[in-house]
């Protein structure tokens, strides 16, 4: 049983490179989770690995749930899992229930989904993360959420177990926006990283040196101290987070400024960074090979001693 919060069981939709470890912590801090995945194999192996169980429904997973989370692609993924087709969540949610969406999807559609959340007697919070599949693995990601305060509040001991922070933006859907626009400035960190490099490089800087500097100096960013090194120069290419994820937060975060009516030129480059790196290497690269693309474009291959 759980510790705390008044919820002892937790259906979690999407157990893939994020939801694994997210799924597990809940475990690790004494719930009682019901994982589904579409890929059924996984599902199963996280229950032999892990712990809890995998109903054979989403309805079912639902009827047992006191609080359903959803860890998935997309928002149109989140929309069919909840809402469509001969078996969805809403099929089987109970009064009161808590759905905590985690994906890092579309603040409208997230708005639209709880509306009617509201109106079958639940509520919806969005709560995006940050942090990527190491903070995941220990339970220290950075949680955005939003909706009602008195959800949340009910929610925190849930999202405590695998987050170090709640921060809370306001009302539903602005965690998701807050999680594209944050996903903007990070890789606009990465790709002006990459780009000092590549000049560095030409000059007779070597690419670790600059790292090592840039790590100790005022051009330091997430990137460059766990990118770069960890993934790059070591020709790895492994973070965990696929090109197609982030080209789709990228379009959120231009969709966002677009809505909002914001002139935003340097993000429109950025996106259009990853829309051609995307369309180079394939959705399923992983982010950092965007790298690569700069690579190309400067006719030249980073190289640390
Ligand atoms: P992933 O593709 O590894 O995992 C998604 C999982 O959902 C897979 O296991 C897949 O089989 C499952 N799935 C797909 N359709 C389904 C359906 N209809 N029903 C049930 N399960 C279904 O993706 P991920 O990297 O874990 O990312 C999940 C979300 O988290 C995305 O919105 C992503 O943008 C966001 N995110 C990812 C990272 C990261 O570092 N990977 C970091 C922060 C946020």
Known sequence: MAQSGGFSSVGFVGVGNMGWPMAACLVKAGFNVLVNDSRREVANNFVQQVGGAAPDSLRQLAEASDVVITMLPTS??????????????????????????????????TQRLAEQVAALGGALIDAPVSGGVPRAKTGELAIMAGGDAATIDKAVPVLSAMGSSVLRTGAVGSGQAMKALNNLVSTGGFLIGIEALLIGQRFGLDPGVM?????????????????????????????GFTMG??????????????????AAPLS???????????SRFGPDADHTEMAKLCELLAGSELEAD
């Open 76 to 109: 149109t993924i989140v929309q069919r899992v909840l809402a469509e087709g001969d078996d969805n969540i809403f099929a089987g949610m109970k009064p009161g229930a808590i759905i905590i969406e985690m994906s890092s999807g579309v603040p409208s559609v």
């Open 268 to 278: 429109a480059l950025v996106n259009e960074m990853i829309v051609s790196a995307q």
């Open 245 to 262: 994820l982030l080209a789709k937060d990228l379009s959120i975060a231009l969709q966002v400024g677009r809505e909002t009516g914001t």
């Open 211 to 239: 790292t090592d500097v840039l790590n100790a100096a005022t051009g330091m960013n997430n990137s460059t101290q766990k990118k770069f090194r960890q993934f790059v120069l070591s020709r790895k290419f492994n973070a």
